[in-house]
Structure formats: structure tokens, C-alpha cells
């Protein structure tokens, strides 16, 4: 593999620290960095290997594997289609780079009350409670969401911009009936359901208990049609006959939302789903063996599939595959 290429997915494999924008914006900048006549040089299957070396070091990081799938599918057009890979690359970038806004100024639009409960750390949460906190006075209830705590550092930071409370986060369902709404960010969005912290099906089944209308945050660089499903999990035993069990992430099924709010508009679960299952998927995934379509009567072979890495996680996997437990800072 063409050595730039390979320090790039090197480095990737390797970030503890970055969420997924950041990975996202350091991978496009790397390629972006290789010359046109370099870039043309390089053997398309060196190309493929190259997406696939991205996706193997995170596998569960929907972004990336979004750059690997558009990457193997200019390779499968041939030298013509990698020509054009600077000008898809710049694209993304640019919507990214949009992104943000465009999900604050449509949540500020669709989302309503004052109070509004999220749970975790986003900065797409936060820019769009920023967004709304300009239309009016609002209060943010924010889950503490252990076992890391984002939850506590997130409502210090906005806590000086807007009213903030802290709640356990066994007390989300008792609280949730005093609220007017419920946000999440998320990590991923497939068709398989959201992929966020752990605390975020809490939120949006208390949402739904409560009949408290719950939105889904999420910029469409992390929706992926395959489902990314590493949800860090680990067991560690801690004395005699004892273990603790630690998840990190969960699946939210999208049927628990009133409405998605991305950059592309807000969708109605249905209508999601339906843009989900319309992405392309590049041939080259199943013939190296790396994902696979599930059974036809499940689901449409053209609009998902699963990863061969695993469906359930296995004991002991480590906790810092995907990123450190500090979440990233961001502004506001």
C-alpha cells in the first residue's frame, strides 16, 4: 500500500481520543494532502486495500466507514471513477462543515417547550440547545450517563449559557414527566437503530411512557447502510464469585423517536428508514469476506448489511478501541 495511505489508516487505528467528526475531518484531510498526479498513481487495489484497512481499525465509527464505501465505489468504476475522488471527498467534507448549522437552525424549528431532557455529551445537542436557547428561555435536564460521567461535564459547559439540572440516571422515567421534550446526539444511525451511549434507549423509552416527544440528532456523514454493531462490552471479574458488566454503547430502535433531525431535513422514523435503505453499498465488502447481506425475507439486500465483526460483542473487549472515556472538547 502506497506509504501515505498507510500512515493514514495507521493513525486512524491508533485514535483513542477523536469522536467521529475529528477522525472524519483528520482521514479527508490526509487524503485531501496527496497530490492529484500522486493520487493517480496509486493502484486501484491499493486503494481498496486502503478503505478496507480503514474500516478494520474502526470498525464501528459510521463516518469512516462511509469515506472507506465511497472510496470502494470509485474503485469499482475503475481509474475514471478514482478521478473523481478528490471532488466527492471535497464534498463531504463541505456538508460536514454544514452540518452543524443546519441541524441547529432545523431543530430550533421542530423542537418544542422549554425544558427539554438529553442525556450524554454532543456538540450537535449543544448547538442546537444553543439554537434554541435565542428563541427563548429554556432548562436542560442532562442525565449524569455513567460509567464515564459525560453527562456531568456536558451540563457544566452548558450550564453557562442556559439553566441546567444533573439527574442520576436511574431517575430518568420519574423526571421525564416533568419535561417537554427529549434530545439525543448519536454516534451512528443504521437501519438496525441508533447507536449512541448507553442511557440514550432509557431517554427515549421514558420519552415514550411519559408521551414526552423525543428527536434524534444526527448529521448525515453518521448515517451508514450497514450496521455498525460494536458496542463495547466487557466483564471483569472483581472478587470471588463477582463480576461487573460495563457496556458502553447501545442500539436505539428509531421507532422510539418522533422525528430524526439531520442536515437533509427532519424525517419521521418511515421516511428514515426508507433514505437509509436507498445508500449504496461498494460489491468489494462481501467479496473480501467482510460484511454480509442478511436473509432476503429480513430485510432488502441492497439496503443493509451486517458486519462479519460480530453482532454481539465479545467478553472482553476493550474499552478504548473506539475513543478514551473523556469525550472531546468543543465550543460553544
Same mark, same amino acid.
Given at each position: 500500500? !502506497?506509504? *501515505?495511505?498507510?500512515?493514514?489508516? !495507521? ?17 479527508? !484531510? ?7 498526479? !500522486? ?30 464505501? #465511497?472510496?470502494?465505489?470509485?474503485? /469499482? ?36 417547550? %422549554?425544558? =427539554?431532557?438529553?442525556?450524554?455529551? #454532543? ?10 436557547? /435565542? ?20 451540563? *457544566?459547559?452548558?450550564? /453557562?449559557?442556559?439553566?441546567?439540572? =444533573?439527574?442520576?440516571? #436511574? ?23 441508533? =447507536? ?43 472478587? /470471588? ?13 428509531? %421507532? ?13 422514523? +418511515? ?16 467479496? *473480501? ?6 436473509? +432476503?425475507?429480513?430485510? #432488502? ?29 468543543? *465550543?460553544?
Amino acid at each position: 500500500m !502506497d506509504r *501515505r495511505l498507510h500512515a493514514i489508516a !495507521d493513525s486512524l487505528a491508533g485514535d483513542v481520543r477523536s469522536g467521529a467528526a475529528e477522525m472524519m475531518g483528520t482521514v479527508l !484531510d490526509g487524503i485531501l494532502a496527496i497530490p492529484d498526479d !500522486d493520487a493517480a498513481a496509486i493502484p486501484t487495489r491499493e486503494w481498496e486495500d486502503f478503505a478496507v484497512a480503514m474500516h478494520r481499525g474502526k470498525p464501528s465509527i459510521a463516518p469512516v466507514f462511509n469515506i472507506a464505501n #465511497s472510496i470502494m465505489l470509485l474503485a /469499482e468504476e475503475g481509474a475514471s471513477g478514482l478521478a473523481r475522488l478528490r471532488e466527492v471527498l471535497t464534498e463531504m467534507k463541505k456538508m460536514e462543515k454544514r452540518s452543524g448549522p443546519l441541524i441547529a437552525e432545523e431543530a430550533a424549528r421542530s423542537v418544542k417547550g %422549554d425544558w =427539554i431532557m438529553t442525556t450524554s455529551y #454532543s456538540s450537535t445537542v449543544a448547538k442546537a440547545l444553543l439554537a434554541l436557547s /435565542e428563541r427563548r428561555s429554556v432548562k436542560v435536564t442532562i442525565t449524569e450517563s455513567a460509567p464515564g460521567a459525560e453527562g456531568r461535564q456536558f451540563a *457544566r459547559l452548558l450550564s /453557562e449559557h442556559m439553566d441546567c439540572e =444533573i439527574i442520576y440516571d #436511574s431517575t430518568i422515567f420519574a423526571r421525564m414527566a416533568d419535561v417537554d421534550a427529549a434530545i439525543t446526539g448519536a454516534d451512528s444511525m443504521t437501519g438496525g437503530g441508533l =447507536i449512541n451511549k448507553v442511557g440514550t434507549r432509557a431517554l427515549a423509552e421514558a420519552a415514550r411512557s411519559a408521551g414526552v416527544p423525543a428527536y434524534a440528532l444526527c448529521g448525515w456523514s453518521k448515517v451508514c447502510p450497514v450496521i455498525l454493531s460494536d458496542l463495547m462490552v466487557r466483564d471483569e471479574v472483581i472478587g /470471588e464469585r463477582l463480576s461487573e458488566h460495563i457496556q458502553v454503547f447501545e442500539s436505539t430502535p428509531l %421507532d422510539l423517536f418522533a422525528e430524526a433531525i439531520t442536515d437533509r431535513g427532519t424525517m419521521t422514523p +418511515p421516511h428514515l428508514r426508507t433514505a437509509i435503505k436507498s445508500g449504496r453499498v461498494a460489491r468489494g465488502w462481501s467479496a *473480501r469476506g467482510l460484511i454480509r447481506a442478511p436473509p +432476503p425475507e429480513s430485510i #432488502s439486500r441492497t439496503s443493509a448489511l451486517w458486519p462479519l465483526q460480530g453482532r454481539r460483542p465479545r467478553t472482553g473487549s476493550t474499552l478504548c478501541n473506539r475513543r478514551s472515556a473523556r469525550p472531546p472538547p468543543f *465550543r460553544l
